[in-house]
């Protein structure tokens, strides 16, 4: 709870889980506090070097946890037998939260500990369905957590293009969790869950949050999307062999035949001079530099809209 209080968050407050802090002494401070923008706590490298190499280890067994499937049936989510399926618990939103914030302070530490990779394996198995059932132990805040700490590793460390580049359904599955039933799903969650705990909403009386409304949630999770997939751009070149990754990784986007769209929804749905319509722009550009196919397509799902144009 320390470590996911002292991150730094992103302006959309991607990483926030309020339950993560519900418990905790002074908890409307640290409730505040999860919303605050950019720059890193000053404690936030000394509390995760004292992260014992032993948690982490544990944190990746916890992130790569699945029920065991029974006569090969697929796997339900732990509280499936009492609420149905499916069931988003977010159980695991504190692990996704805790990947978050060391992949902020120790993102090479992260990398060597296994805990990426077990960050991407979930990602993918949390999104191919894009209908939100798959889901399973994630809330909606906890998805996003693993967005910011796929996000981060990316923007950071070389290694985790390979490892991004190693997991073929991880751009499909990203896609995915932004559909319309997708973000549907996103916005129903997050207003029931409000609408139940109000008190949990973080933010200031009638302000709207990640935490209490729907729209906002899945606007910001739309946003996260698209920061995830144009961060590996944000490295300065590495090597001839990263530079090669780079290409197969553009390549990869440019045969994705949804992402134009996404990429309209996402223009439309940023806030003027923001970090995620920057993101959907240049990703956009790098896009089309490459292929006319994909600025035929952008036009294609309304990209050249009034709105759209006008940011």
Not at 36 to 45: E, I, Q, S, V, Y
Not at 48 to 64: E, I, K, T
Not at 235 to 258: I, V
């Amino acid at each position: 709870a320390l470590l996911s209080v002292s991150a730094p968050q992103p302006p959309s407050g991607l990483l926030s889980p309020p339950r993560l802090v519900a418990g905790l002494p002074g908890s409307p401070k640290a409730a505040a506090s999860l919303q605050l923008p950019g720059t890193p706590h000053p404690r936030l490298a000394e509390l995760s070097a004292a992260v014992p190499d032993g948690a982490l280890q544990q944190l990746r067994r916890l992130l790569l946890w699945q029920q065991q499937p029974n006569a090969g049936a697929a796997p339900l989510p732990a509280m499936a037998e009492f609420e149905g399926f499916p069931a988003v618990t977010g159980m695991l939103d504190g692990a996704a939260a805790l990947a978050a914030a060391l992949a902020h302070s120790t993102a090479a530490r992260v990398l060597q500990a296994g805990v990426a990779q077990a960050v991407l394996r979930l990602l993918v198995s949390a999104t191919h369905r894009g209908d939100g059932a798959g889901w399973c132990e994630l809330s909606p805040a906890g998805l996003s957590a693993l967005l910011a700490a796929t996000q981060r590793l990316l923007q950071s460390e070389p290694a985790a293009l390979g490892l991004a580049l190693a997991q073929p359904q991880l751009v499909p599955g990203l896609l995915a969790a932004v559909t319309q039933p997708a973000l549907e799903a996103v916005s129903r969650f997050v207003d029931a869950t409000s609408a139940c705990n109000p008190g949990n909403s973080l933010g200031t009386t009638g302000s709207m949050t990640v935490q209490n409304d729907g729209a906002t949630a899945a606007a910001a999770l739309l946003g996260g999307v698209v920061g995830t997939l144009c961060a590996p751009f944000g490295l300065l070149p590495q090597s001839q062999q990263h530079d090669a990754a780079l290409a197969q990784y553009q390549a990869s986007l440019s045969q994705q035949g949804s992402l134009p769209a996404v990429l309209v929804s996402a223009i439309a749905a940023a806030q003027p001079g923001g970090e995620d319509l920057a993101a959907a722009v240049g990703l956009l550009a790098r896009l089309v530099m490459a292929s006319e196919r994909v600025m035929g397509a952008f036009v294609a799902a309304g990209g050249i809209a009034p709105t759209v144009v006008e940011k």
